[in-house]
C-alpha cells in the first residue's frame, strides 16, 4: 500500500512533468537569426531590384549584405533544404528602399511565378532574405539569388502549408502592391 506521503509526492510529480510539457509547448523559441560575417563576393551585378514611388533600386550582393548581415539555421518544407543560411532580414531591406510600410507586396521570381505578401508577414515574424547558403552564395539553381525563408522552427504557426506560399525563391523584383 502507498503511503499518502508517497502518493503525494507521486502526484506532485505527475503534475509537475504535465506542467513542464504544457509550458515547453506553448513558448516561442528564441529568434534563431544570429549576426554572421562573411567576406564579401567581388561582384556588382545586380541580382534584386525594388520598384519603389521613386524608381527602382538595384542591389547586389555586397549591397544587400551591407544591410547587415545575418545567419539562419532552419528546418524548412523541403528537407534537402534544411540547413543554414546567410542573409539579410527582409525588414531591413523594406526599411533601406522605402518600402516598409507598404500593405503589401508584390514579388516576382525569374520563371514569372508571383506572390503577394501582406505587411503583417515581415512585421510579425523575423521575415529572412536569404542570399548565401553554409557561405556560397545562391545560384539560380539552389533557388537564389536569393530567397524568402522564415524561422519555420521558432513556433509551430510558421510550419502550417498557408505559411509555405510565403517561401519564394530566385526572387527577382520586390514592389508595392497598389
Keep these: ?3 499518502s506521503a508517497a502518493n503525494k509526492r507521486a502526484r506532485f510529480g505527475i503534475w509537475t512533468v504535465l506542467l513542464l510539457l504544457l509550458f515547453s ?3 516561442k523559441r528564441e529568434n534563431p537569426i544570429q549576426h554572421a560575417s562573411l567576406p564579401p563576393v567581388d ?3 545586380t541580382i534584386l531590384e525594388l ?3 521613386k524608381g527602382i533600386k538595384s542591389y547586389s550582393l555586397n549591397r544587400l549584405e551591407g544591410l547587415g548581415l545575418k545567419r539562419l539555421s532552419t528546418s ?7 540547413g543554414s543560411y546567410e542573409g539579410i532580414l527582409l525588414a531591413d531591406l523594406l526599411k533601406d528602399a522605402g518600402l ?3 500593405e503589401e507586396l508584390l514579388m516576382t521570381a525569374f520563371d514569372g511565378y508571383t506572390l503577394i505578401m501582406p505587411r503583417e508577414k515581415w512585421t510579425q515574424w523575423p521575415a529572412f532574405l ?4 553554409d557561405g556560397s552564395p545562391l545560384e ?3 533557388k537564389g539569388p536569393t530567397r524568402i525563408l522564415f524561422p519555420r522552427d521558432m513556433d509551430n504557426k510558421l510550419k502550417s502549408d498557408l505559411e509555405r506560399t510565403y517561401w519564394i525563391w530566385s526572387l527577382k523584383t520586390i514592389e508595392e502592391k497598389r
Excluded: P, V
Design 100 to 102: 516598409y510600410d507598404a
Design 1 to 3: 500500500m502507498i503511503t
Design 51 to 53: 520598384h519603389t514611388e
Design 140 to 142: 539560380l539553381k539552389e
Design 130 to 133: 536569404a542570399t548565401r547558403r
Design 76 to 82: 524548412t518544407f523541403w528537407s534537402a533544404d534544411d
Design 25 to 27: 509547448c506553448s513558448q
Design 43 to 45: 561582384s556588382d551585378q
